[in-house]
């Protein structure tokens, strides 16, 4: 079965560094991965996709993530972390048409 | 981008009652996911509803507790039945970017409080 994993319940970064929030998946052939980010009393927003070609992929708000294969990991980056960034972090993979979630990362920055 | 919303964004009923959730979608599409996000945990699909077919749920998740219709391909119900505390969650409609695309754009949520 097609599974993700989150492995920090919590990132903390200063406003102004880079931030990363950690993915690794398993799954049975090619993945399709995804980061959705979830702010406060709000819906999931669709931020970056991974599905062929590239290695590093842009999204939305200035967020990139990388496919890794051989570590099975598709990291999500930002090279300057911004206050308004804070907020829960999901990464998912597509499974025979249905998404299957980790279990999110809270990231805080700090001013 | 598909604009999905949902009625109510959230509810307070008692245990034993019984709370039908509506998403409607700007655009038709084929298929419509229901999923649930208890407090601090992640997003479990219960459902996918495609018009015109029963729904299709998840190991854990049954039509007689969670009913869902599917009358067009622009709109979808989830009845969250027979309410205990435990299903005190959010709860999200999603649909399909598009062929080819692969994401799924998600609906703000309705918010359901069982007392």
């Known amino acids: 079965a097609q599974s993700v994993a989150q492995p920090e319940d919590q990132v903390n970064v200063a406003e102004g560094n880079p931030l990363t929030v950690k993915c690794t998946y398993s799954v049975s052939g090619n993945p399709y991965l995804f980061w959705y980010v979830q702010y406060p009393n709000r819906g999931l927003q669709f931020l970056l996709k991974y599905i062929t070609g590239d290695n590093l992929v842009k999204g939305s708000y200035g967020f990139e993530a990388e496919f890794n294969k051989s570590q099975t990991s598709f990291h999500l980056k930002k090279p300057s972390a911004l206050v308004s960034d804070s907020a829960l972090y999901f990464c998912?993979?597509?499974?025979?048409?249905?998404?299957?979630f980790g279990q999110g990362t809270e990231l805080s920055v700090k001013p | 981008s598909a604009v999905i919303s949902q009625k109510p964004s959230r509810d307070i009923c008692q245990r034993g009652t019984s709370l039908t959730i509506q998403c409607q979608v700007d655009s038709q599409v084929t298929m419509m996911f229901w999923y649930r996000q208890q407090p601090g945990q992640s997003l479990t699909l219960i459902a996918t509803?495609?018009?015109?077919?029963?729904?299709?749920?998840e190991s854990g998740f049954v039509i007689d507790k969670f009913p869902i219709s599917r009358p067009n391909l622009t709109f979808s119900t989830l009845t969250v039945s027979n309410l205990s505390p435990e299903d005190s969650s959010i709860y999200l409609c999603?649909?399909?970017?598009?062929?080819?695309?692969?994401?799924?754009?998600f609906g703000p949520g309705t918010r359901l409080t069982v007392t």
């Open positions: 509803a495609n018009q015109g077919s029963e729904a299709t749920y």
């Open positions: 998912a993979v597509r499974d025979q048409g249905k998404l299957i």
């Open positions: 999603s649909v399909d970017s598009g062929v080819s695309s692969y994401e799924q754009y």
